[in-house]
């Protein structure tokens, strides 16, 4: 199984994975990182590669799915 660990591509999934188009003061290129967030979150989503982040809630894992224009965060099981 593949694993991808976005760090901080998409920051809180509630604002960047749900709005991939938004951007944040800490983006150094704004154009650059919408680019990117919509290359990666495709990839992940497509593949349906399980991810995980710093930000993200607890589990913080689980997977990406397409949802309209931008995505949603599907956290995985969790099984103490």
């Known amino acids: 199984e593949k694993m991808m660990f976005l760090s901080d591509t998409t920051n809180h ?3 960047f994975v749900t ?3 938004w951007s944040a003061v800490f983006d150094q290129d704004a154009d650059a990182a919408r680019e990117t967030r919509h290359r990666i979150l495709d990839m992940v989503a497509e593949e349906r590669m ?3 982040s710093y ?3 607890f589990p913080a894992t689980g997977h990406i799915g397409k949802d309209g224009d931008g995505y949603r965060f599907v956290p995985a099981q969790w099984m103490p």
Do not use: K, S
């Open 19 to 21: 709005h991939p188009d």
């Open 55 to 57: 930000h993200f809630p």
């Open 50 to 52: 399980r991810i995980a």
């Open 13 to 15: 999934p509630a604002l």
